[in-house]
Nanobody, 122 residues
Framework: QVQLVESGGGLVQAGGSLRLSCAASGRTFSSYTMGWFRQAPGKEREFVAAIRGSGSRTYYADSVKGQFTISRDNAKNTVYLQMNSLKPEDTATYYC???????????????WGQGTQVTVPS
């Protein structure tokens, strides 16, 4: 069982930055691929970024490449999402998730956090 708790969301002006954190329980954090997903009102949940258990490789949605950076600290059981140059279209609830597979598919993530809201006013 893995419990995930996100933090760091908020309201930020366009062009600003936020860093989301996701703290995980359990002793096997480094075994999990960690992903970030987001869901805007009226839209489906979409993949944002993922990182392998070792941190050796990262994956990004085309829409955030060069803008967002995912990282992890296995000693702290925490994964991060650094978000720069934020735009109104980045407004969404952001979720972290854990999977034992190396995947970007939401259906393959077994554990999910409760989400943290990011709002970028237009």
């Amino acid at each position: 069982q893995v419990q995930l708790v996100e933090s760091g969301g908020g309201l930020v002006q366009a062009g600003g930055s936020l860093r989301l954190s996701c703290a995980a329980s359990g002793r096997t954090f480094s075994s999990y691929t960690m992903g970030w997903f987001r869901q805007a009102p009226g839209k489906e949940r979409e993949f944002v970024a993922a990182i392998r258990g070792s941190g050796s490789r990262t994956y990004y949605a085309d829409s955030v490449k060069g803008q967002f950076t995912i990282s992890r600290d296995n000693a702290k059981n925490t994964v991060y999402l650094q978000m720069n140059s934020l735009k109104p279209e980045d407004t969404a609830t952001y979720y972290c998730a854990a999977s034992l597979s190396i995947t970007t598919q939401a259906t393959e993530y077994r554990y999910w956090g409760q989400g943290t809201q990011v709002t970028v006013p237009s």
